[in-house]
């Protein structure tokens, strides 16, 4: 199997397959209504709602940067958004098809890779906080990691709602 379907397998089991180390985000994701979304049982804790909009900020970052093959940065009010003035079911479910929508894009992006492309690095120099000089390769399994961390605070959060 090539590299690029394996991270694309890697990608997909993160999001909403059978990840190894436990529920994907979509799965965490699941029957959290809106009024438990904008919750904030840890008072120093983001709520799930605004790990979501994080969450898919990046996706669509990262979709991006492999896109257009140049370091996109990420302005600070991007990468953790404000709720929506409306945060009823409606709007929380918008949220969630944004995330899937950017997570498609991702997809179809990375599916266009060759082997050779993941080695191509972004950015001159390494910054961690932008993701700059690391290749796709990186760039792409860092992803997959993002969706898994955020989707086990979102675990944890649910454990505490009221």
């Known amino acids: 199997m090539p590299e690029t379907a394996r991270i694309l397998d890697q990608l997909r089991r993160a999001f909403d397959g059978d990840a190894?180390?436990?529920?994907?985000?979509?799965?965490?994701?699941?029957?959290?209504?809106?009024?438990q979304a904008r919750q904030r049982p840890l008072p120093a804790a983001h709520s799930i709602w605004e790990i979501v909009l994080h969450v898919t900020a990046w996706v669509r970052?990262?979709?991006q940067r492999l896109a257009e093959n140049r370091l996109?940065?990420?302005l600070d009010a991007d990468n953790w958004p404000a709720l929506p003035e409306s945060t009823d079911e409606a709007a929380w479910q918008r949220a969630q098809q944004d995330l899937y929508a950017a997570h498609v894009a991702l997809l179809t992006t990375a599916a266009r890779f060759h082997e050779a492309d993941l080695?191509?690095?972004l950015g001159a120099t390494p910054d961690q906080p932008q993701g700059a000089g690391v290749t796709n390769y990186v760039l792409l399994h860092g992803v997959a990691q993002h969706n898994l961390y955020h989707a086990g605070q979102g675990a944890l959060l649910?454990?505490?709602f009221v």
Do not use: I, Y
Not at 20 to 35: D, E, I, K, M, N
């Open 158 to 160: 649910k454990k505490a």
């Open 61 to 63: 970052m990262v979709q």
């Open 119 to 121: 080695t191509q690095e």
């Open 72 to 74: 996109v940065e990420m």
């Open 20 to 35: 190894w180390s436990g529920p994907s985000l979509v799965a965490t994701l699941q029957g959290v209504t809106a009024a």
